[in-house]
């Protein structure tokens, strides 16, 4: 079992920035992958960026390239999303997903545990 915990949401200005933090614990795996995904009002839950535990693989959705970088410290066994130039768009709840198996991946259905969100809301 793996459990995830999301910080570091709020509300923001446009052009701001936040980062978030997904705090990992129980089972471990070296071969594991990050992700962080978000779910606007209506809308489906989309992936946002995703990385290997290392961080050797590294994948962002085209919406946040550029804005957005996804990290890992082994140590505190925390993934990082630090968010700048934030938009109005950008206003989600934002979800932290752990995939078992090696292989950075943007399928919703491919990460096995989630954590409970944290809401970001970016005001114009």
């Known amino acids: 079992q793996v459990e995830l915990v999301e910080s570091g949401g709020g509300l923001v200005q446009t052009g701001g920035s936040l980062r978030l933090s997904c705090a990992a614990s129980?089972?471990?795996?070296?071969?594991?992958?990050m992700g962080w995904f978000r779910q606007a009002p209506g809308k489906e839950r989309e992936f946002v960026a995703a990385?290997?535990?290392?961080?050797?693989?590294?994948l962002y959705a085209d919406s946040v390239k550029g804005r957005f970088t996804i990290s890992t410290d082994n140590v505190k066994d925390t993934v990082y999303l630090q968010m700048n130039s934030l938009k109005p768009e950008d206003t989600a709840r934002y979800y932290c997903?752990?995939?078992?198996?090696?292989?950075?991946?943007?399928?919703?259905?491919?990460?096995?545990?989630w954590g409970q969100g944290t809401q970001v809301t970016v005001s114009s």
């Open positions: 129980g089972r471990a795996f070296s071969s594991r992958t």
């Open positions: 997903a752990a995939r078992l198996t090696a292989g950075v991946r943007t399928e919703r259905s491919a990460y096995h545990y």
């Open positions: 990385t290997s535990w290392s961080g050797a693989s590294t």
